[in-house]
């Protein structure tokens, strides 16, 4: 493993709160574009899989560009393009529109620095952060179970297209119809797959105990210290720099 791999998860928890917090607080487009090439740098600095995540969002760009072209149409402003005496697009509206894009970049390489530890090592780290474990594991939990929906849903489709329907050429009216029945039997197995996880969970006697150990234990080094240090002190001046 490389060394950016090997330190404490707890310290990408801290660049995630502050390059998410920066994505928040900062209107200014240029200092927006900024951040979202930090976040990209120290996403490639941490070794994650951005064109894996870039493959897995190509299918909510069209979405992502229809909410700014939405933001950018019903905000006032200096008419940039107008029909009729109707301004469709505003130079306000066009920098709304950025921002929100600038802003889900942020969150999205941010969150790719969380995927570089495993799920064990963060709720171990968020417990030695005092936060009762079982909020942490269900965290956990949650994000483990949206990748095998992701999955379910896929087979499901590639079934149905399978059988010769071509989901694109049908009908709006019928597309609907087929979703219902599509996500029904995915909706009662999501169910039944939990059922059965909090089955196995009091079968190991989960929460049979006020406390916990664990045999593994979190240490920061000087290398945490020295990477929050700056995280925390970019954010900082980030945040002066907008608010002056």
């Not at 928040?24 to 740098?41: G, M, R, T």
């Not at 005496?85 to 920098?95: Q, R």
């Not at 790719?112 to 530890?117: D, K």
């Not at 171990?124 to 909020?135: A, E, M």
């Amino acid at each position: 493993m490389t060394r950016e791999h090997n330190l404490d998860p707890r310290t990408k928890l801290v660049i995630v709160l502050c390059l998410s917090t920066l994505g928040i607080a900062v209107n200014n487009l240029a200092l927006l574009s900024a951040i979202a090439l930090l976040s990209y740098v120290a996403a490639s600095l941490f070794r994650a899989n951005l064109k894996r995540t870039f493959r897995k969002i190509k299918s909510l760009i069209y979405m992502l560009l229809f909410i700014a072209l939405v933001q950018s149409i019903f905000t006032r402003g200096e008419p940039l393009l107008s029909a009729g005496g109707f301004a469709i697009l505003t130079v306000n509206g066009v920098e709304r529109a950025l921002q929100f894009i600038l802003r889900m970049a942020i969150v999205i390489f941010s969150a790719t620095i969380i995927g570089t530890s495993s799920s064990r090592s963060i709720i171990q780290g968020l417990v030695q952060w005092k936060l009762p474990y079982d909020i942490a594991f269900m965290a956990a939990l949650g994000i483990r179970f949206l990748p095998m929906l992701r999955e379910e849903i896929r087979d499901s489709l590639v079934a149905i297209q399978l059988r010769g329907i071509d989901i694109k050429n049908i009908p709006i009216k019928e597309r609907i119809s087929l979703y219902s029945y599509l996500f029904n039997p995915l909706l009662v197995g999501t169910l039944l797959k939990a059922e059965r996880l909090s089955i196995a969970m009091e079968m190991r006697g989960f929460r049979a105990y006020d406390k916990r150990t664990s045999y593994l234990v979190l240490k920061f080094t000087k290398l945490d210290y020295l990477i929050m240090f700056f995280s925390i002190a970019i954010t900082a001046v980030f945040l002066i720099i907008s608010y002056m």
